[in-house]
């Protein structure tokens, strides 16, 4: 069975990882640039964490959390996770929902807590919980690490169970009979498949287009803000990743700290992925410069040395994963529309794909709630805890 796979991000590498360790499975993955410029999972955050509200989404971060931890193991590389928690806070009204989430992830088996606004300033002495009713504090299994290790060690070992790799751009399908047939190359090669897997991240709906299908994944920017400061460096040894209710983040990195949020939604447009993103630097100076300084009276002097901006495949219909097909083609599966989370999700989407790909079902972790098929009749996921 010949299998190609549309896109080397981390998705596309961690489906060639587990299709890879399977007999009769020939695996081609194109990938158009192998420096990754401009791919999401080089330009995210790289952060991991527990705290979703939807129990697949809990359990795809706790298979991601098992990869990372088993990795130099499993794939060779060291991705440097530090597991320093999330914080995720809740303003005048949002403790009952937080408490709601602490319970579901506490049923999943996720160890986090809640935590009442002076216990925060307690535990955090940098840390100002004015305005606040609540947070909820990972205690374990939540923090970042480099995105890069954990994609080159999927891409290696992929290679070294048999996998191909070909540094091209896919573009376009020649069809025949409801299915695609071959996988056209921008040169004018053709290449037979059998199956194709879209893992073409904010390109995704593109991809599907080929194929007559639509596919509700937009490429939308996101910037994220490098800035240092002078007295920060007790609260860069203690922080958690920390999201304000306004849904500003931050977190430490390297001597600095890394922050950014997502636009408000009028200032939120659908971009074409092939041109690169553009830094908000509007952002930073009139929502999180404002919110950092509120919630971490040090943060009043910080000095910005560096942005970049990358793009969220972002799901239109409810900024979770889709995985599968649509029945007006068998042989495309999709695993796209990560939005802001598709990195800690890759292990297990990648071996769920493997799964349904070659054996027909899922066998391991159930994500058929993420069916693609929900996009035909609107069947939104409805997760909490979107960042
Ligand atoms: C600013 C930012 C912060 C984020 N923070 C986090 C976070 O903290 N945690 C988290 O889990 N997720 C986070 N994410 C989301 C995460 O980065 C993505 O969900 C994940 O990386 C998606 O991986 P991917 O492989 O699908 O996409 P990509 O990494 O974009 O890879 C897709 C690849 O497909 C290739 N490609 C596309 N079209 C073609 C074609 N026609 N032919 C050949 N190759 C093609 C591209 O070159 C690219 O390399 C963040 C994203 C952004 C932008």
């Known amino acids: 069975m010949r299998i190609v796979i549309v896109g080397g991000g981390v998705v596309g590498a961690s489906t060639a990882y587990w299709l890879s360790r399977r007999a009769g499975v020939d695996v081609l993955v194109l990938e158009q640039d192998p420096t990754y410029a401009t791919a999401s999972t080089t330009l995210s955050a790289a952060s991991i964490r527990q705290q979703f509200s939807t129990p697949a ?21 060291d991705p440097q996770f530090k597991e320093r928690g999330y914080l995720l806070l809740a303003g005048d009204v949002g403790r009952d929902i937080l408490a709601d989430n602490v319970s579901i992830q506490a049923a999943a088996g996720a160890q986090t807590a809640l935590f009442t606004p002076d216990e925060l300033e307690a535990r ?56 695609i047939r071959q996988v056209r190359l921008r040169s004018g090669e053709t290449i037979d498949a059998d199956e194709v897997v879209n893992a073409a991240g904010p390109r995704a709906a593109k991809v599907a287009a080929w194929a007559g299908l639509s596919l509700p994944v937009e490429a939308r920017a996101r910037s994220v803000f490098y800035f240092e400061c002078r007295d920060g460096v007790e609260i860069s040894r203690t922080a958690p990743l920390t999201v304000d209710p306004s849904g500003v983040y931050f977190r430490p990195e390297g001597a600095g700290f890394i922050c950014g949020v997502s636009p408000p939604a009028e200032r939120d447009p659908s971009c074409d992925p092939s041109e690169t993103p553009a830094v908000d630097w509007d952002l930073f100076e009139e929502i999180i410069w404002p919110t950092l300084a509120a919630r971490v009276p040090a943060f009043e002097a910080i000095k910005v040395q560096s942005a970049w901006a990358g793009y969220y495949a972002y799901n239109t219909l409810d900024q979770n994963a889709l995985i599968g097909r649509l029945p007006e083609c068998a042989n495309l599966w999709f695993a796209n529309g990560f939005s802001g989370h598709g990195l800690q999700q890759a292990a297990g989407v990648g071996r769920g794909l493997a799964e349904l790909i070659a054996d027909g079902a899922y066998q391991t972790l159930d994500l058929s709630v993420f069916d693609a098929e929900r996009v035909l009749d609107g069947r939104a996921v409805i997760e909490r805890n979107v960042i």
């Open 57 to 77: 989404n809990i359990r795809l971060s706790q298979f991601g959390l098992e990869l990372l931890r088993t990795a130099p193991e499993r794939l060779g590389v």
């Open 124 to 179: 955090f002495p940098w840390f100002c919980a004015a305005g606040l009713s609540a947070g909820a504090l990972g205690l374990s299994g939540e923090g970042w690490f480099d995105p890069s290790a954990l994609l080159q060690g999927f891409k290696d070992k992929s290679k070294r169970q048999g996998a191909q790799w070909r540094t091209a751009e896919a573009d376009g399908f020649e069809m025949a009979g409801g299915k």
